[in-house]
């Protein structure tokens, strides 16, 4: 089994930064990718951005140049760090990633998602 658990969630005020942080456990040979999604009340859940094995990074327009993502591969943890953010940013934030396990199986898991609440 493959278990995700995201932290650093809460509430703050416009321009103001967050940093979630996601520990991924498990029987882990490697994690493959790991991506970062939210979901705003009365919303469909939409990709935040993602980082690769590699360290390739994608991000969603809207958060491109105050959103950054990375990764500590033998912690085997990942990290969002939100600047400038703005109350459109309110949502549920939920940690993904797809993993080889040590039975050389690829799992795809989520975490239990984090409020994160941007208030005016």
């Known amino acids: 089994q493959v278990q995700l658990v995201e932290s650093g969630g809460g509430l703050v005020q416009a321009g103001g930064s967050l940093r979630l942080s996601c520990s991924v456990s498990?029987?882990?040979?490697?994690?493959?990718?790991m991506g970062w999604y939210r979901q705003a009340p009365g919303k469909q859940r939409e990709l935040v951005g993602a980082?690769?094995?590699?360290?390739?990074?994608n991000y969603a327009d809207s958060v491109k140049g105050r959103f950054t993502i990375s990764r500590d591969s033998a912690k085997n943890t990942g990290n969002l760090q939100m600047n400038s953010l703005k109350p459109e940013d309110t949502g549920v934030y939920y940690c993904?990633?797809?993993?080889?396990?040590?039975?050389?199986?690829?799992?795809?898991?989520w975490g239990q998602g984090t409020q994160v609440t941007v208030s005016s």
């Open positions: 498990g029987s882990i040979l490697r994690i493959n990718a």
């Open positions: 980082i690769t094995s590699g360290g390739s990074t």
């Open positions: 993904n990633a797809v993993v080889t396990t040590t039975g050389l199986r690829v799992r795809e898991s």
